[in-house]
């Protein structure tokens, strides 16, 4: 679906990004499983990172339905109130698209990429996608 999206064959929306996000991050579940949805949430951002993290950072104001869509995960640690000046800064409504979201994501990658039982290939893929996410960061926020 990444790559589907990254072709343009979908509209950019980051509802299936944010879903797997959540899904690898901010749900719990067992360590076998943690690995399959990681390697999932990396090919987001390996395939469509760029347009992900604008929506990130751009995003529109969401709707009542579009909130619960993208509710945060029980896991999630990261503020879960509007930042102040948020509109402000990134011209968009914050609600459950925001960069200290995006963080969380990041921390979750460096913590898979180091940690022994997830494998090589997840692990491998997990470092890709931090060190994408890193250079997305600091090359789109000026």
Request: glycine share 6%; hydrophobic share 35%; proline share 3%.
């Amino acid at each position: 679906m990444a790559r589907l999206e990254s072709a343009g064959i979908w509209a950019q929306d980051p509802t299936y990004a944010v879903w797997q996000m959540r899904q690898a991050f901010e749900k719990p579940q067992q360590a076998w499983e943690r690995k399959y949805n990681v390697m999932a949430a990396a090919q987001w951002v390996l395939w469509n990172g760029q347009i992900f993290f604008k929506n990130i950072l751009y995003s529109p104001p969401l709707s009542d339905d579009d909130r619960r869509s993208l509710a945060f995960g029980r896991r999630y640690k990261g503020s879960r109130d509007k930042h102040k000046g948020s509109r402000d800064k990134y011209k968009g409504s914050r609600d459950t698209l925001w960069l200290d979201r995006w963080h969380f994501w990041k921390d979750g990658f460096a913590e898979v990429a180091e940690n022994g039982e997830y494998g090589n290939k997840c692990k491998d893929l997990a470092s890709k996608a931090r060190s994408l996410m890193d250079a997305l960061e600091k090359s789109m926020l000026f």
